[in-house]
């Protein structure tokens, strides 16, 4: 009875509590309520020892999520949703798997540095009736972070950094690499006027399975890892933090299976340039200001995208010139071609890789492709713009045994010192060694392949031999037609020096019957000669 008595009573306070509060909130004045709510907070403030914080989903701009909020999301996922008993999975955007997050009015707790924490997910959802199409929209949820308030100073310095820079890792690490090409000027347009497509990136390169020499390879990738560690060191020597890769060789040689191999090493987007579709240097500076950090840029064949030879600008005559033959329709017309063509410059592109606007962002890597490297600007390729220069060159047996590896499974055979002596006497790009030594079908095995590889090594080594000769062949005719050239050239001049030597003496004899002439006339004349 005793028990019952004093649940009955409890039961009444507690009910008197609730009707007394809605009578305060239905009744009293806001400002009087207002006022009494800031002074009961004020003095719960002397009581109460901890101190809270609240991290709002959507803050100043209705439409962008805080990104203080996404980072405290993947952090709180990352680290304490397995202490959470109550939890979401979303199915976020361009993310590799699902991502679990605190529940709605879940709790979770924290330490950093020895300090407890607790985090707290809230959702409130507005008290008026109104009827809206977009309901989501009117819900807000954010966190609330609580702590002693003898950790202030910790909390605020250094805990909410850490969470910011741990919740952006998260996300860089969860996220779906893309791969990105820029479209004309003419699309750009619509409310968000984006300049770069993008693609999921997807492509299965890597340095294990990239044919060529293992030192080279080696080489390159301690490269690649002291720059991903060099933020520091870039900071300390005062250059922006980026890196010049240039790709050259024979096509073939797989210049565009290191790109993806380098962007699956560092975990980076890429971003696939297009230099003929970019109008001039304003747009192309714009561009690169729209990319991201943690990227490659890359152009392809950068000797063929534009004529990059630094012109100077026309002479005044040649301008006159020109002006006096833009009557001409056909010269017209080829004027309005040559308008719709990019104007971006030799000193445009040199600037994006290497002036102030290279600055812009970090940790960029910005990779030439070239079949011909001898036809780039020297300017362009130099140290310091393109730091490091690699040769992919025709298949050496190391590479080839990296293929057999990758696509036969095999390690060694009784034909790879054949094999190994074909390629030591003939020029073959990788991706000719890995069309034989992919099987065409269920009964071609490994011994077949590796027979197609040497019958196509020894004939692509005959075919070597025949352009060689014929070149030679051609080279020596060419040479004799310059002999025979030269030959008649030199008779022709000896013709013509005859023929001038004879009209000379012709000449000559006719001065001397004039000269006589005139003395007999004088002799006449005088009727003496005086000698």
């Known amino acids: 009875m005793v028990m019952g008595e004093m649940w009955s009573q409890v039961g009444s306070v507690i009910a008197s509590l609730m009707f007394a509060y809605a009578m305060f909130q239905q009744y009293f004045p806001y400002d009087l ?35 203080v909020y996404v980072a405290i999301q993947n952090y709180l996922s990352a680290n304490s949703s397995s202490r959470a008993k109550r939890l979401k999975a979303h199915d976020i955007k361009d993310s590799k798997s699902l991502v679990l997050s605190l529940d709605d009015n879940e709790e979770v707790s924290d330490e950093f540095q020895g300090v407890k924490l607790w985090w707290t997910s809230y959702k409130s959802v507005p008290k008026n009736n109104s009827f809206s199409l977009y309901p989501d929209s009117d819900e807000k949820r954010y966190y609330r972070l609580t702590f002693h308030r003898r950790h202030r100073d910790l909390i605020t310095s250094s805990y909410l950094n850490h969470i910011v820079k741990e919740g952006k890792g998260i996300a860089i690490k969860n996220r779906q690499r893309k791969l990105y090409t820029n479209g004309s000027n003419d699309s750009w347009y619509g409310g968000k006027r984006t300049k770069w497509s993008h693609v999921l990136f997807e492509h299965p390169a890597s340095f294990d399975t990239l044919a060529m020499d293992p030192k080279t390879k080696q080489e390159i990738i301690n490269d690649l890892l002291k720059f ?22 024979p096509p073939g040689t797989g210049k565009s299976t290191m790109i993806s191999a380098i962007a699956n090493f560092l975990d980076y987007d890429v971003y696939d340039l297009e230099l003929t579709a970019v109008k001039d240097n304003t747009e192309l500076r714009k561009l690169l200001i729209d990319t991201s950090n943690k990227s490659i840029i890359v152009i392809e064949d950068i000797d063929c995208s534009l004529d990059l030879t630094g012109q100077r600008k026309k002479k005044e005559k040649e301008k006159e010139e020109d002006k006096e033959q833009s009557k001409d329709p056909l010269r017209k017309k080829a004027e309005e071609e040559d308008m719709n063509k990019s104007k971006v410059t030799l000193s445009g592109l040199l600037n994006f890789i290497d002036g102030i606007w290279s600055a812009c962002g970090g940790e960029r890597l910005i990779v030439f492709t070239t079949n011909y490297v001898d036809k780039l600007d020297p300017a362009l390729i130099r140290r310091g713009r393109m730091d490091k220069h690699i040769e992919l060159s025709y ?90 050239a030269e030959e008649e050239e030199k008779k022709k001049a000896e013709k013509e020096k005859l023929e001038k030597e004879k009209e000379s003496e012709g000449n000559s004899g006719k001065e001397d019957v004039k000269c006589n002439g005139t003395l007999d006339k004088e002799v006449k004349e005088n009727g003496s000669v005086t000698t």
């Open 33 to 67: 309520r207002r006022y009494l709510s800031k002074y009961t907070n004020k003095i719960l403030g002397f009581v109460y020892p901890y101190i809270e914080i609240t991290f709002h989903e959507y803050s100043g701009d209705r439409f962008k999520r805080s990104e």
């Open 228 to 249: 991903k560690k060099g933020k520091e060191y870039y900071a300390k020597i005062g250059k922006a933090w980026k890196r010049g890769y240039l790709l050259y060789g």
């Open 395 to 484: 298949c050496s047996f190391e590479a080839f045994k990296v293929l057999a590896k990758n696509y036969l499974d095999v390690e060694s055979h009784d034909l790879f010192s054949t094999i190994e002596r074909l390629l030591g006497e003939t020029d073959i790009t990788p991706a000719d060694v890995a069309e034989n030594l992919m099987p065409k079908s269920d009964d071609e095995d490994a011994d077949v392949c590796l027979k197609n590889l040497v019958e196509a090594i020894g004939k692509a080594k005959e075919d070597a031999i025949r352009k060689k000769a014929e070149e030679e062949e051609k080279l020596k005719a060419e040479e004799e037609a310059k002999l025979k």
